[in-house]
């Protein structure tokens, strides 16, 4: 028997390679197929089953591509309706891999139709279960992703059962091999590690506490942040179909002259810059927004770009497949093209940001410039600059209706990534005095500056 997990940190997702006697099974498979079909050829193996623990939210799955490529049926549990053929496993119903058995446990409560795959060794002994976005490292799935068709408060009384019934009741040396991990919106407060034991979640997991229904339902529906908007697009994706991923790479990768790019910015098309902040603070084309390709590139995509509008790409060299490809594993497929020699054939003025280093902020905050804080609610509370505003960037286009563009601002993140994202939108909102700090909150904190928590203020 042979498990892999396929981690990939810029959607903070885990797909698994389950293999045992020759026979493969993948399950949770991101948009791109190879990775899956080229490791089972390597290992000598042939892959039998695509297994999905529900409908997606936060990408788009690669299962279809991959059913269609290997042969191989998609499984979803009980209540997944789809538009396409799949194999709806019964509660309880068992797969044979190899030596192995993967068998479906119906855990309704992230959506209805989630479920998890308990691994049994040749033995019959119960050795992991992959869990979906039922169980996570600390947390548990979100419950209100169904709006307008099922209640959060319907959904967390679902997974207070799923749960106590399927859940708690696994031996303690289970391996949980949960979908995501840290950085994830669909949990509150994911743990660092990506993977754990039955054991151990049920001693530091708030959710798997001894707790009446009633208790569970408020402590998981309580602070949860809006989902982002491209969740429901792409649960809707996953269930209908899609064109093949090759289709969309080849429609989305099309090199445009400057007299192109030009034409079609004016036309409306939103410019997407996915290099590095620390060169695109350099010189960038006006109008620009900057998602660099080094951080959690398309879920901040997802969050922030209207999923209907036409996008054109500035990337570095070499980059634009990568780009495309990412952009296609949240549902982005509008991507008119890529400027060909990116900024440096742009041949005018370039925009700039100023940067400043952390030990330059007590004087500018002296002066009266006020500091936005652009993290996440859960990093301000665990500590923030005194005298900070809080500004997250998953509402910043609402959030800025209230401050006054003609003033200055310094803006900060954790290290820099998602402040050169917020100063880019704000230029385009009408901000013109907007400072970026060097290394944020992370270099803020090493020079003497006075940090608070939540409570401190």
Not at 169 to 194: F, M, Q, R, W
């Amino acid at each position: 028997m042979y498990i892999e997990q396929l981690y990939t940190n810029c959607l903070a997702e885990a797909a698994y390679y389950i293999e045992s006697d020759g026979e493969a099974a993948i399950i949770d498979p991101l948009r791109e197929t190879a990775p899956y079909i080229e490791l089972a050829s390597k290992r000598g193996a042939k892959i039998k089953y695509v297994f999905e623990t529900h409908f997606h939210a936060d990408f788009v799955s690669g299962h279809i591509d991959l059913s269609r490529k290997v042969g191989a049926p998609i499984v979803y549990g009980p209540d997944a309706n789809t538009e396409y053929t799949v194999h709806n496993a019964k509660d309880g119903e068992e797969f044979v891999l190899g030596k192995v058995k993967i068998k479906v446990l119906h855990t309704p409560g992230h959506t209805p139709e989630s479920s998890c795959y308990l691994l049994l060794d040749k033995h019959g002994k119960q050795h992991a279960v992959f869990t979906g976005d039922t169980l996570f490292v600390g947390d548990v799935g979100r419950p209100d992703l169904l709006d307008g068709v099922m209640s959060s408060e319907t959904l967390a009384s679902m997974m207070y059962d799923s749960l106590a019934k399927k859940i708690k009741t696994l031996p303690d040396d289970v391996i949980v091999y949960p979908a995501h991990g840290p950085g994830s919106a669909c949990g509150k407060n994911i743990g660092k590690e990506t993977f754990s034991t039955i054991g151990e979640q049920k001693k530091f997991n708030y959710a798997l506490k001894d707790m009446s229904r009633e208790e569970f339902v408020e402590k998981l529906t309580e602070g949860m942040l809006p989902p982002p908007q491209y969740f429901y697009e792409d649960a809707r994706i996953n269930k209908v179909g899609y064109s093949p991923i090759e289709d969309v790479i080849r429609a989305n990768t099309k090199p445009l002259t400057l007299e192109a790019f030009k034409s079609l910015v004016e036309e409306g098309a939103i410019i997407i810059d996915t290099r590095p902040a620390d060169d695109f603070e350099k010189g960038y084309i006006t109008g620009s927004v900057n998602i660099g390709l080094n951080g959690q590139f398309a879920v901040w995509v997802g969050t922030l770009i209207d999923m209907h509008k036409k996008l054109v790409l500035v990337t570095e060299a070499g980059k634009e497949n990568e780009t495309v490809l990412r952009l296609a594993r949240v549902g982005f497929e509008n991507v008119i093209g890529y400027l060909v020699g990116g900024v440096g054939a742009f041949g005018e003025q370039l925009d700039r940001v100023n940067s400043v280093p952390a030990e330059h902020v007590r004087s500018e905050m002296e002066k009266g410039t006020m500091i936005l804080d652009v993290r996440k609610p859960g990093e301000w509370n665990a500590g923030h600059i005194k005298g900070a505003k809080l500004l997250p960037l998953a509402d910043i286009t609402k959030d800025i209706q209230n401050l006054d563009r003609k003033k200055p601002y310094i803006i900060h993140c954790g290290g820099g990534y998602r402040s050169m994202t917020a100063i880019s939108i704000m230029k385009n909102h009408g901000f013109s005095s907007l400072v970026n700090v060097c290394g944020g909150f992370d270099a803020m904190q090493g020079v003497g500056l006075d940090i608070v928590t939540a409570g401190g203020d």
